[in-house]
Protein backbone atom coordinates (compact mmCIF):
# COMPACT_ATOMS: atom_id res chain seq x y z
CA UNK A 1 0.00 0.00 0.00
CA UNK A 2 1.09 3.49 -0.79
CA UNK A 3 -0.67 6.20 0.75
CA UNK A 4 -1.19 9.28 -1.53
CA UNK A 5 -2.74 11.41 0.53
CA UNK A 6 -4.26 11.20 4.40
CA UNK A 7 -6.21 13.66 6.12
CA UNK A 8 -7.17 13.53 9.56
CA UNK A 9 -9.91 15.52 11.40
CA UNK A 10 -10.23 18.35 8.62
CA UNK A 11 -12.27 21.02 9.66
CA UNK A 12 -13.07 24.24 7.33
CA UNK A 13 -14.71 27.26 8.98
CA UNK A 14 -15.91 29.67 6.46
CA UNK A 15 -16.02 33.19 8.49
CA UNK A 16 -18.34 35.70 7.22
CA UNK A 17 -18.58 38.82 9.31
CA UNK A 18 -19.83 38.07 12.77
CA UNK A 19 -21.43 34.54 11.37
CA UNK A 20 -18.60 31.62 10.92
CA UNK A 21 -20.41 28.84 8.77
CA UNK A 22 -18.25 24.69 9.57
CA UNK A 23 -18.21 23.16 5.77
CA UNK A 24 -16.16 20.74 7.17
CA UNK A 25 -16.61 19.43 10.66
CA UNK A 26 -13.98 17.29 10.81
CA UNK A 27 -13.02 14.55 7.74
CA UNK A 28 -10.45 11.86 7.62
CA UNK A 29 -9.87 10.30 5.03
CA UNK A 30 -6.88 7.97 3.00
CA UNK A 31 -6.04 7.56 -0.80
CA UNK A 32 -3.66 5.20 -2.16
CA UNK A 33 -1.79 5.61 -5.42
CA UNK A 34 -3.54 4.59 -8.25
CA UNK A 35 -6.88 4.68 -6.07
CA UNK A 36 -10.03 5.98 -8.87
CA UNK A 37 -12.38 7.92 -6.43
CA UNK A 38 -15.64 9.51 -6.60
CA UNK A 39 -16.30 12.33 -4.38
CA UNK A 40 -20.51 12.57 -3.94
CA UNK A 41 -22.82 13.85 -1.92
CA UNK A 42 -25.44 16.40 -2.32
CA UNK A 43 -25.27 20.30 -2.98
CA UNK A 44 -23.61 22.14 -0.24
CA UNK A 45 -22.51 19.19 1.93
CA UNK A 46 -19.12 20.16 1.06
CA UNK A 47 -17.26 18.68 -1.41
CA UNK A 48 -15.90 21.40 -3.39
CA UNK A 49 -14.38 22.40 -0.14
CA UNK A 50 -12.95 19.44 0.44
CA UNK A 51 -11.40 19.40 -3.19
CA UNK A 52 -10.32 22.89 -2.20
CA UNK A 53 -8.22 21.41 0.98
CA UNK A 54 -7.28 18.53 -0.91
CA UNK A 55 -5.40 20.37 -4.06
CA UNK A 56 -4.14 22.86 -1.68
CA UNK A 57 -5.86 25.89 -2.87
CA UNK A 58 -7.45 26.16 0.57
CA UNK A 59 -6.26 25.54 3.86
CA UNK A 60 -8.20 23.91 6.32
CA UNK A 61 -9.12 25.55 9.18
CA UNK A 62 -7.91 22.85 11.88
CA UNK A 63 -6.45 19.06 11.16
CA UNK A 64 -3.61 17.42 9.60
CA UNK A 65 -3.27 16.63 5.94
CA UNK A 66 0.10 14.71 4.46
CA UNK A 67 0.30 14.91 1.13
CA UNK A 68 2.96 12.01 -0.51
CA UNK A 69 3.98 11.64 3.07
CA UNK A 70 4.54 14.96 3.84
CA UNK A 71 2.14 17.51 6.31
CA UNK A 72 1.31 20.27 4.57
CA UNK A 73 -1.44 22.24 6.07
CA UNK A 74 0.72 24.28 8.14
CA UNK A 75 3.49 25.07 5.05
CA UNK A 76 3.84 28.79 3.76
CA UNK A 77 2.07 29.81 1.00
CA UNK A 78 5.01 29.68 -1.15
CA UNK A 79 5.47 25.64 0.25
CA UNK A 80 1.91 25.18 -0.35
CA UNK A 81 2.05 26.52 -4.00
CA UNK A 82 5.21 24.62 -5.14
CA UNK A 83 3.31 21.46 -3.80
CA UNK A 84 0.67 22.08 -5.53
CA UNK A 85 1.82 22.87 -8.91
CA UNK A 86 4.23 19.55 -8.97
CA UNK A 87 1.76 17.34 -7.38
CA UNK A 88 -1.87 18.08 -7.99
CA UNK A 89 -3.60 18.68 -12.11
CA UNK A 90 -6.93 20.72 -11.85
CA UNK A 91 -9.72 19.85 -13.96
CA UNK A 92 -12.77 22.07 -13.44
CA UNK A 93 -16.98 22.27 -14.52
CA UNK A 94 -16.26 25.14 -16.55
CA UNK A 95 -12.72 23.99 -18.23
CA UNK A 96 -10.96 27.39 -17.87
CA UNK A 97 -8.96 27.93 -21.21
CA UNK A 98 -8.00 31.19 -22.53
CA UNK A 99 -10.39 32.02 -25.19
CA UNK A 100 -7.63 33.94 -27.37
CA UNK A 101 -4.93 31.30 -27.05
CA UNK A 102 -4.83 28.57 -29.49
CA UNK A 103 -5.20 24.80 -27.91
CA UNK A 104 -1.84 24.21 -27.98
CA UNK A 105 -0.58 27.66 -25.85
CA UNK A 106 -3.86 26.77 -23.34
CA UNK A 107 -1.68 23.28 -22.92
CA UNK A 108 1.38 25.24 -22.45
CA UNK A 109 0.48 27.59 -19.41
CA UNK A 110 1.49 25.65 -16.78
CA UNK A 111 4.91 24.39 -18.74
CA UNK A 112 5.40 28.41 -18.81
CA UNK A 113 4.85 29.02 -15.59
CA UNK A 114 7.34 25.62 -14.78
CA UNK A 115 10.05 27.51 -16.86
CA UNK A 116 10.42 25.19 -19.35
CA UNK A 117 12.01 26.52 -22.70
CA UNK A 118 9.47 27.17 -25.88
CA UNK A 119 10.71 23.75 -27.70
CA UNK A 120 10.39 21.87 -24.78
CA UNK A 121 6.55 23.48 -24.29
CA UNK A 122 5.66 22.79 -27.79
CA UNK A 123 6.76 19.03 -27.97
CA UNK A 124 5.18 17.94 -24.26
CA UNK A 125 2.07 20.07 -24.66
CA UNK A 126 1.54 18.05 -28.41
CA UNK A 127 2.02 14.77 -26.44
CA UNK A 128 -0.55 15.40 -24.00
CA UNK A 129 -2.70 16.81 -26.97
CA UNK A 130 -2.17 13.87 -28.84
CA UNK A 131 -2.83 11.39 -25.56
CA UNK A 132 -6.72 13.05 -25.25
CA UNK A 133 -7.29 12.52 -29.18
CA UNK A 134 -6.65 16.41 -29.91
CA UNK A 135 -3.31 16.03 -31.54
CA UNK A 136 -5.16 17.62 -34.76
CA UNK A 137 -6.75 20.22 -33.34
CA UNK A 138 -3.63 22.08 -31.74
CA UNK A 139 -3.81 25.23 -33.89
CA UNK A 140 -7.71 25.73 -33.17
CA UNK A 141 -9.26 28.55 -30.32
CA UNK A 142 -11.40 27.31 -27.61
CA UNK A 143 -14.53 28.24 -29.03
CA UNK A 144 -13.84 26.10 -32.33
CA UNK A 145 -14.27 23.33 -30.65
CA UNK A 146 -16.79 20.96 -28.70
CA UNK A 147 -17.32 21.35 -24.80
CA UNK A 148 -16.08 17.31 -24.80
CA UNK A 149 -13.22 18.43 -26.93
CA UNK A 150 -12.77 21.77 -24.35
CA UNK A 151 -12.78 19.35 -21.32
CA UNK A 152 -9.98 16.69 -22.84
CA UNK A 153 -7.79 20.16 -23.62
CA UNK A 154 -8.33 21.02 -19.78
CA UNK A 155 -7.53 17.07 -19.10
CA UNK A 156 -4.06 17.68 -21.13
CA UNK A 157 -2.94 20.49 -19.67
CA UNK A 158 -3.29 19.38 -16.17
CA UNK A 159 -1.17 16.60 -17.23
CA UNK A 160 1.56 18.37 -18.39
CA UNK A 161 3.63 18.38 -15.25
CA UNK A 162 2.88 14.43 -14.59
CA UNK A 163 1.35 15.50 -11.10
CA UNK A 164 0.89 12.74 -8.69
CA UNK A 165 -2.86 13.57 -8.62
CA UNK A 166 -5.69 14.08 -10.90
CA UNK A 167 -8.53 15.74 -9.26
CA UNK A 168 -11.65 16.96 -11.11
CA UNK A 169 -14.87 19.28 -9.76
CA UNK A 170 -18.12 18.11 -11.74
CA UNK A 171 -15.42 17.58 -14.84
CA UNK A 172 -18.55 16.35 -16.80
CA UNK A 173 -21.29 19.20 -14.88
CA UNK A 174 -21.19 20.65 -18.60
CA UNK A 175 -21.37 18.18 -20.87
CA UNK A 176 -24.13 15.47 -22.60
CA UNK A 177 -24.02 11.96 -21.40
CA UNK A 178 -22.39 10.69 -24.23
CA UNK A 179 -19.63 12.83 -23.91
CA UNK A 180 -19.60 12.69 -19.94
CA UNK A 181 -18.78 8.89 -20.77
CA UNK A 182 -16.21 9.66 -23.26
CA UNK A 183 -13.93 11.66 -20.64
CA UNK A 184 -15.03 9.08 -18.11
CA UNK A 185 -13.19 6.64 -20.52
CA UNK A 186 -10.16 9.43 -20.58
CA UNK A 187 -10.35 9.21 -16.99
CA UNK A 188 -10.26 5.35 -16.42
CA UNK A 189 -7.66 5.09 -19.22
CA UNK A 190 -5.14 7.85 -17.05
CA UNK A 191 -5.88 5.76 -13.49
CA UNK A 192 -4.70 2.49 -15.87
CA UNK A 193 -1.52 4.54 -16.63
CA UNK A 194 -1.16 4.77 -12.79
CA UNK A 195 -2.47 8.06 -12.32
CA UNK A 196 -4.79 8.81 -9.17
CA UNK A 197 -8.03 10.17 -10.00
CA UNK A 198 -10.69 11.75 -7.47
CA UNK A 199 -13.62 13.03 -9.20
CA UNK A 200 -16.43 15.39 -7.11
CA UNK A 201 -20.22 14.65 -9.12
CA UNK A 202 -23.14 14.19 -8.06
CA UNK A 203 -24.31 12.14 -10.77
CA UNK A 204 -24.27 8.69 -9.77
CA UNK A 205 -24.00 7.52 -13.05
CA UNK A 206 -20.21 9.00 -12.78
CA UNK A 207 -19.17 7.94 -9.25
CA UNK A 208 -20.21 4.07 -10.67
CA UNK A 209 -17.25 4.30 -13.13
CA UNK A 210 -15.26 4.97 -10.06
CA UNK A 211 -13.91 2.17 -7.78
CA UNK A 212 -14.16 3.78 -4.68
CA UNK A 213 -17.25 5.88 -3.69
CA UNK A 214 -17.25 8.41 -0.93
CA UNK A 215 -19.89 10.24 0.57
CA UNK A 216 -20.55 13.71 2.45
CA UNK A 217 -23.29 14.69 3.89
CA UNK A 218 -23.10 17.93 6.27
CA UNK A 219 -19.44 18.16 6.54
CA UNK A 220 -19.28 14.88 7.37
CA UNK A 221 -18.57 11.53 5.67
CA UNK A 222 -21.66 9.45 5.25
CA UNK A 223 -19.88 6.81 3.64
CA UNK A 224 -16.76 4.95 2.28
CA UNK A 225 -17.25 1.91 0.14
CA UNK A 226 -15.61 -0.15 -3.11
CA UNK A 227 -17.41 -0.67 -6.24
CA UNK A 228 -15.65 -3.79 -6.81
CA UNK A 229 -17.43 -3.75 -10.93
CA UNK A 230 -16.95 -0.11 -12.43
CA UNK A 231 -18.56 0.66 -15.58
CA UNK A 232 -16.61 0.40 -18.29
CA UNK A 233 -16.89 3.61 -20.48
CA UNK A 234 -15.85 3.36 -24.35
CA UNK A 235 -15.08 6.60 -26.14
N1 LIG B 1 -16.42 31.10 0.48
C1 LIG B 1 -17.44 30.68 1.24
N2 LIG B 1 -17.92 31.44 2.25
C2 LIG B 1 -18.94 31.02 3.03
N3 LIG B 1 -19.56 29.83 2.90
C3 LIG B 1 -19.14 29.04 1.92
C4 LIG B 1 -18.06 29.41 1.03
N4 LIG B 1 -17.87 28.40 0.14
C5 LIG B 1 -18.77 27.46 0.46
N5 LIG B 1 -19.53 27.82 1.51
C6 LIG B 1 -20.60 27.02 2.16
O1 LIG B 1 -20.04 25.79 2.57
C7 LIG B 1 -20.92 24.71 2.28
C8 LIG B 1 -20.22 23.69 1.39
O2 LIG B 1 -19.98 24.28 0.12
P1 LIG B 1 -19.32 23.47 -1.06
O3 LIG B 1 -19.12 24.42 -2.17
O4 LIG B 1 -18.15 22.76 -0.56
O5 LIG B 1 -20.48 22.42 -1.41
P2 LIG B 1 -20.59 21.33 -2.57
O6 LIG B 1 -20.81 20.02 -1.91
O7 LIG B 1 -19.43 21.46 -3.49
O8 LIG B 1 -21.94 21.76 -3.31
P3 LIG B 1 -22.34 21.70 -4.89
O9 LIG B 1 -22.72 20.28 -5.18
O10 LIG B 1 -23.52 22.61 -4.95
O11 LIG B 1 -21.17 22.19 -5.69
C9 LIG B 1 -22.16 25.33 1.66
O12 LIG B 1 -23.15 25.48 2.65
C10 LIG B 1 -21.66 26.67 1.17
O13 LIG B 1 -22.71 27.63 1.20
MG1 LIG C 1 -19.22 22.02 -5.50
Redesign the pocket.
Known sequence: MNTILELNQITKT?K?GDLD?Q?LKGVSLEIEAGEMVALM??????????MQVIGLLDRATTGNYKLRGREVASLSENDRAEARNSDIGFVFQAFHLLSRQSILENVEVPLMYAGYNAKDRRDRAMTMLEKVGLGDKWRNLPSQISGGQKQRVAVARALTLEPAILLAD?PTGNLDTRTSIEIMALFQELNEEGATVII?T?ENDIGDHCKRIVR?RD?LLESDRQNPNPHRARA
Do not use: C, D, I
Open positions: YMFAGPSGSGKTTLEVHLG
